[in-house]
């Protein structure tokens, strides 16, 4: 079972030696705890993978710890820049094309990346203390909901991480929403926890429409053949 830590100072850097390390770790978020590694460690993320029971074809997230960093692992446009300075830090990601600064076993040959940037202050301080971002996803087994108690992710998953940071009870039930920017209109991945009417103050134009299972199935079709950005 892994080392269960209050969250803090020693936490943090605990976990930022383990992430740096390649380790993987459960800490909190503004919504779900999530499980994150490096993204520069194939090991790390393949474990994530394996403990999850996740599907091969579902790309991690980044989890920046400044919105600095977000053109140096997707290929932003004024839009996407615009949006991460109104609605960072907040429950959203954006899915752009990926640099080639991003690992393919992150995005799984889908040739976009996933970004987000949390008010939360653990995973920040811990991007901080790596150097780079967090590569992560819901700290639980696949396709058994959220995740707002540390309870869920130590069961699902404390036999497999390295460390589990407790800060108590998510106050959000839900995921991020998930805009993705690849297509010719901007498309809603998912809707989660970011207001969808606050969204499409901001994007009229976003295509709403698309089932979960209808998206998933569009972005395989790029799988091994991205389109890359002109």
């Known amino acids: 079972m892994a080392?269960?830590?209050?969250?803090?100072?020693?936490?943090?850097?605990?976990?930022?030696?383990?992430?740096?390390?390649?380790?993987?770790?459960?800490?909190p978020t503004d919504t779900n705890y999530n499980v994150v590694t490096s993204p520069f460690s194939a090991r790390g993320v393949e474990r994530i993978f394996e403990m999850k029971k996740r599907?091969?074809?579902?790309?991690?997230?980044?989890?920046?710890?400044?919105?600095?960093?977000?053109?140096?692992?997707?290929?932003?446009?004024p839009l996407t820049e615009f949006l991460a300075k109104r609605m960072w830090p907040g429950m959203v990601s954006f899915v752009c094309w990926q640099r080639p600064s991003v690992p393919h076993y992150v995005t799984r040959g889908f040739g976009t990346v996933a970004c987000t940037l949390h008010q939360n202050a653990v995973h920040r301080e811990i991007a901080h203390l790596v150097g780079t971002p967090l590569a992560g996803t819901s700290a639980n087994l696949s396709g058994t909901g959220n995740v707002p108690d540390v309870s869920k992710a130590v069961e699902h998953l404390g036999d497999h991480v390295d460390l589990v940071i407790d800060a108590g009870?998510?106050?959000v039930d839900n995921a991020n929403t998930i805009i993705d920017f690849t297509f010719d209109l901007p498309m809603l991945a998912r809707d989660g926890a970011y207001s969808l009417d606050e969204v499409l103050r901001y994007l009229?134009?976003?295509?709403?429409d698309k089932s979960k299972d209808e998206y998933k199935a569009l972005a395989k079709q790029r799988v091994g053949k991205p389109v890359m950005p002109a």
Do not use: N
């Open 169 to 171: 009870v998510s106050q």
């Open 3 to 27: 080392e269960l830590m209050k969250s803090g100072p020693e936490a943090i850097r605990k976990a930022a030696e383990i992430v740096h390390a390649g380790g993987t770790v459960v800490v």
């Open 204 to 208: 009229p134009d976003l295509i709403v």
């Open 55 to 77: 599907e091969s074809l579902s790309p991690l997230t980044l989890f920046l710890g400044d919105s600095m960093e977000f053109p140096h692992y997707a290929y932003t446009t």
